[in-house]
């Protein structure tokens, strides 16, 4: 069994990396809830040796949270080992080196997924951030670039080859963005290879505890990262945990999701500021209480809701606290 850079379990479940949404405050309600494993929001290598608070602000964590990763994203080899040593200093247990992120504005300059089009030099980069810190430096990326490009399997062997300490594969291309399914066979294929040591995390589509044990036994991945199923929904990883333990799986009262999400609001507040908070929690209520029966009045409330104060008043008669 590959053995993880860090302690954690048998086989661990991830929060995924989420720009604007797995910031201190949902990182660690998520972990409260059964993840094992937390990762910041990615952060631009540029910015962070430009000494940008905002980015500087992303490697914050507490001990608590650990095992931790600081994620990276960058396209110049100066600037990708300058931040890989600015967020060492953190003292994170590893530093993860985004090769996944699709955003046109990001992979045209050759970062996130746009290194998979120029595999020597995601080769080339990752090798000179490896040799500039002593934490262990882990990737996340996709199967390739289109449908026609899905070079993974190789390039997973050349990533360990030069030291890398733990791969994570969403199962899409870059040109999939978010669309159809995710197909993780080929990172089947990546445990079938008998030269692979090092761990691989499946990401992509597990949004219940059937699917994760599913995709665990098929692929015979070490462990798998929960990202959109978690928005809005930290009870995921309780679920999972349990139905894989074979325990029944527990329910979340209307009550406990009120409680839950308004204890999010108010850390979320306390670490990025009342109006960023607010906007960024629009993106949670649809989850948090899908299914609930005449929740649409409350819902617009709160998409217009532009103070702290006003998100908690919608709840006012259902606070259990
Ligand atoms: C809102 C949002 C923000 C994301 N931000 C990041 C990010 O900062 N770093 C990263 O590696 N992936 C990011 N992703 C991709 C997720 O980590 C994950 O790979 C993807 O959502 C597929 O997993 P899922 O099907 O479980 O959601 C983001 C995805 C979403 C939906």
């Keep these: 069994m590959a053995t993880f850079p860090f302690q954690t379990t048998d086989f661990p479940i991830f929060l995924a990396p989420m720009e604007a949404v797995t910031d201190a405050a949902f990182r660690r309600l998520c972990k409260s809830f059964g993840a094992d494993v937390l990762i910041s929001e990615f952060i631009s290598s540029d910015a962070l040796v430009r000494d940008i608070v905002d980015s500087q602000r992303k490697m914050l964590f507490e001990e608590d949270e650990r095992p931790f990763g600081i994620q990276i994203f960058g396209h110049n080899e100066e600037s990708l080992r300058g931040a890989a040593e600015i967020a060492e200093a953190c003292r994170p247990d590893f530093i993860d080196i985004n090769w996944g992120c699709p955003v046109k504005k990001i992979v045209t300059k050759g970062a996130g997924s746009g290194i998979l089009r120029d595999?020597?030099?995601?080769?080339?980069?990752?090798?000179?951030?490896?040799?500039?810190?002593?934490?262990?430096?882990?990737v996340k990326t996709r199967l390739g670039w289109d449908e026609s490009s899905k070079p993974i399997v190789e390039v997973a062997e050349?990533?360990?080859?030069i030291g890398i300490q733990m791969l994570t594969i969403h199962g899409r291309t870059r040109s999939q963005m978010y669309s159809g399914t995710a197909d993780w066979t080929l990172i089947g294929k990546i445990k079938e290879n008998p030269?692979?040591?090092?761990?691989?995390?499946?990401?992509?589509?597990?949004?219940?505890?059937?699917?994760?044990?599913?995709?665990?036994?098929?692929?015979?991945?070490?462990?798998?990262?929960?990202?959109?199923a978690a928005i809005g929904n930290p009870f995921i990883f309780t679920e999972i945990k349990q139905y894989l333990a074979g325990e029944e799986i527990p329910t979340f009262s209307y009550e406990k999701r009120v409680e839950i999400c308004l204890k999010h609001l108010r850390d979320?507040?306390?670490?990025?500021?009342?109006r960023t908070a607010v906007l960024e929690m629009r993106r949670h209520y649809a989850a948090y209480f899908r299914g609930v029966p005449n929740f649409k009045e409350k819902k617009v409330k709160l998409m217009l809701a532009q103070t702290l104060a006003e998100c908690e008043a919608v709840f006012s008669n259902c606070q259990t606290a």
């Design 158 to 161: 050349m990533l360990q080859d």
């Design 119 to 138: 595999i020597p030099k995601m080769i080339e980069l990752t090798t000179a951030v490896v040799k500039s810190v002593k934490v262990p430096v882990t």
């Design 268 to 274: 979320a507040v306390m670490v990025k500021g009342e």
């Design 195 to 228: 030269r692979m040591r090092i761990p691989i995390v499946g990401n992509g589509d597990i949004n219940s505890g059937e699917k994760a044990k599913a995709y665990r036994e098929r692929y015979g991945v070490d462990g798998v990262m929960i990202g959109r």
